[in-house]
């Protein structure tokens, strides 16, 4: 991410004045484009993406919509307390009801291939097995519609059982990317291949740069996950909570690489 002192200075197009400018086309920045776009109609909102739309980890997943965080629920609660873990998993429940219900679940289905068939986390150590079941009677508490099986399904030998999360759900994710920005209002603008490579402070003004113009902000949003740190150093990742010398962790067994199962 680096551009020369001539390659900036000339070739630049008209530089628009908008309200907000969004760095990064994937699944952050659009959401934040079609909410804020919905909420105020009037603001003028652009979306400056480096490659194409979900170029990112956006358009790389599973496509998997689960709840909780990257980890089992009850290292959650180990690292951030009870209340801040049930904070987590609801919010990220809400998130995806919330999508269901404001584009319809017909609607989904055809766009994007959503289905709702549920979710297995599954256990490829005992010790991880333990840590999974741990998770188990907390979250029904919660309502969340869980349940441990020892004996799994056809493929899964070798792991020693799997929780069943029935409420979580699947989705084409450039698909959804690019219905999320066929949606958003006309008051937003999304430019594919428009690198960022700065940001001013022009006489109290913002002047986000990139190779084609300069556009004249009143503010920033980044959606640029690992990729903040290009931009602004002081974004580089850090390791949330770190980890403690006493977790216990071994090497994970050879699994059958044959079948298509995905495990934490």
């Given at each position: 991410?680096?551009?020369?002192?001539?390659?900036?200075?000339?070739?630049?197009?008209?530089?628009?004045?908008?309200?907000?400018?969004?760095?990064?086309?994937?699944?952050?920045?659009?959401?934040?484009?079609?909410?804020?776009?919905?909420?105020?109609?009037?603001?003028?909102?652009?979306?400056?993406?480096?490659?194409?739309?979900?170029?990112?980890?956006?358009?790389?997943?599973?496509?998997?919509?689960?709840?909780?965080?990257?980890?089992?629920?009850?290292?959650?609660?180990?690292?951030?307390?009870?209340?801040?873990?049930?904070?987590?998993?609801?919010?990220?429940?809400?998130?995806?009801?919330?999508?269901?219900?404001?584009?319809?679940?017909?609607?989904?289905?055809?766009?994007?291939?959503?289905?709702?068939?549920?979710?297995?986390?599954?256990?490829?150590?005992?010790?991880?097995?333990?840590?999974?079941?741990?998770?188990?009677?907390?979250?029904?508490?919660?309502?969340?519609?869980?349940?441990?099986?020892?004996?799994?399904?056809?493929?899964?030998?070798?792991?020693?059982?799997?929780?069943?999360?029935?409420?979580?759900?699947?989705?084409?994710?450039?698909?959804?990317?690019?219905?999320l920005a066929i949606s958003t209002g006309r008051?937003?603008?999304?430019?594919?291949?428009?690198?960022?490579?700065?940001?001013?402070?022009?006489?109290?003004?913002?002047?986000?740069?990139?190779?084609?113009?300069?556009?004249?902000?009143?503010?920033?949003?980044?959606?640029?996950?690992?990729?903040?740190?290009?931009?602004?150093?002081?974004?580089?990742?850090?390791?949330?909570?770190?980890?403690?010398?006493?977790?216990?962790?071994?090497?994970?067994?050879?699994?059958?690489?044959?079948?298509?199962?995905?495990?934490?």
């Amino acid at each position: 991410m680096s551009v020369s002192y001539w390659q900036d200075t000339v070739g630049l197009a008209t530089s628009p004045e908008v309200d907000v400018t969004i760095i990064g086309g994937g699944l952050s920045g659009l959401s934040t484009a079609y909410w804020l776009s919905k909420k105020d109609p009037a603001l003028k909102i652009i979306v400056l993406e480096k490659g194409l739309v979900g170029n990112g980890a956006s358009g790389r997943n599973a496509g998997f919509i689960t709840c909780g965080s990257t980890d089992h629920f009850s290292n959650m609660t180990s690292s951030y307390g009870k209340d801040k873990a049930e904070e987590i998993w609801k919010f990220t429940e809400y998130n995806h009801n919330l999508m269901v219900e404001e584009f319809g679940l017909e609607k989904l289905n055809e766009k994007c291939e959503y289905r709702r068939l549920g979710s297995w986390t599954l256990a490829s150590s005992k010790h991880e097995a333990k840590v999974i079941k741990k998770s188990i009677a907390p979250l029904k508490k919660q309502g969340v519609d869980v349940e441990w099986k020892d004996t799994i399904f056809k493929g899964s030998e070798g792991f020693y059982g799997g929780a069943h999360y029935k409420d979580d759900g699947e989705i084409h994710p450039v698909k959804y990317l690019w219905h999320l920005a066929i949606s958003t209002g006309r008051n937003v603008q999304i430019m594919e291949n428009s690198e960022v490579f700065g940001i001013d402070d022009v006489d109290g003004s913002l002047v986000v740069r990139t190779a084609k113009k300069r556009v004249f902000t009143e503010a920033v949003i980044l959606c640029t996950n690992a990729w903040s740190s290009q931009l602004f150093p002081w974004c580089t990742p850090r390791q949330s909570p770190p980890p403690k010398p006493d977790d216990e962790a071994s090497p994970c067994e050879r699994l059958n690489q044959s079948n298509r199962i995905n495990s934490n």
